[in-house]
């Protein structure tokens, strides 16, 4: 069982930026695909990015924007986001899976309980 916690969440004005954090336990952290996934109200949740080892892969909507790394020595995971615009505004979920990343959710078997990002015009 791998324990997924996110943080970082709160309200921000549009062309801030905002680093979102997401730890998980359990052994073998480096051998954890990551993702991000986000949801909106009224809407279903989304790929945001993932990563395995350095490359992350991004959503079209995120890219240039947002950056997605990795820290195995911490568990954890961060989503940096920039030029942050009011369709960001979401709950976005850390989700994990093994071995390789994917955009794909029903991929991933362990997710968190999501964190609020709020961005106002």
């Known amino acids: 069982q791998v324990h997924v916690v996110e943080s970082g969440g709160r309200l921000v004005q549009a062309g801030g930026s905002l680093r979102l954090s997401c730890a998980a336990s359990?052994?073998?952290?480096?051998?954890?695909?990551m993702g991000w996934f986000r949801q909106a109200p009224g809407k279903e949740r989304e790929f945001v990015a993932t990563?395995?080892?350095?490359?992350?892969i991004y959503a079209d909507s995120v890219k240039g924007r947002f950056t997605m790394s990795r820290d195995n020595a911490k568990n954890t995971v961060y989503l940096q986001m920039n030029s942050l615009k009011t369709e960001d505004t979401a709950v976005y979920y850390c989700?994990?899976?093994?071995?390789?990343?994917?955009?794909?959710?029903?991929?991933?078997?362990?997710w968190g309980q999501g964190t609020q990002v709020t961005v106002s015009s």
């Open positions: 359990g052994p073998g952290f480096s051998n954890y695909a």
């Open positions: 990563i395995m080892w350095s490359e992350a």
């Open positions: 989700a994990v899976k093994y071995w390789r990343p994917s955009t794909v959710q029903s991929e991933f078997m362990y």
